[in-house]
């Protein structure tokens, strides 16, 4: 696994309220992803707003306390395939799959772990969001 991380998306029970917060601290949301969610570029990492409960059940845990802590770190890929070798280095060093990879609504290739203390990762591979050689995404 090549050492970075591409996306924190913390989930929110008001999005508005919390792209006003972002903005007003300094930060330019991206504006050609924008239905239901924000993205926030931060060098070489982005910054995601989504809905508490959307993300809830996109990682396919219940929402609320002891299930879910309202942010997920995503680690993206640069292919399908290494998604799944991703997910199954997590299995086997101690972390438990919440969601085999799958096919998302967004036509990547996606699924979650959660580490050994629950922490959720996404692990995907998203054909819009290329990566650099250094390791770094841009949004398109």
Do not use: C
């Not at 991206?30 to 570029?41: H, I, K, L, P, Y």
């Not at 070489?44 to 809905?51: K, P, R």
């Not at 292919?79 to 997910?87: H, K, P």
């Not at 290739?109 to 203390?117: I, L, S, V």
Request: net charge negative; charged share 20%; aromatic share 10%.
């Amino acid at each position: 696994m090549e050492q970075r991380l591409s996306l924190v998306t913390l989930g929110v029970d008001d999005l508005g309220r919390a792209v006003r917060f972002y903005e007003a601290m300094g930060l330019k949301r991206n504006q050609s992803v924008t239905e239901g969610v924000a993205f926030f570029q931060m060098g070489g990492i982005v910054l995601g707003l989504w809905g508490r409960e959307q993300l809830a059940s996109d990682a396919g845990v219940p929402n609320g306390k002891g299930g879910f802590s309202g942010v997920s770190i995503a680690y993206n890929t640069r292919s399908e395939a290494e998604v799944d070798e991703i997910l199954a280095t997590a299995e086997k060093a101690g972390g438990r799959i919440v969601k085999p990879a799958q096919r998302a609504f967004w036509g990547g290739w996606y699924g979650y772990f959660a580490d050994t203390e629950g922490h959720l990762w996404e692990v995907a591979h998203n054909p819009d969001f290329p990566i650099a050689e250094d390791g770094s995404i841009l949004l398109p």
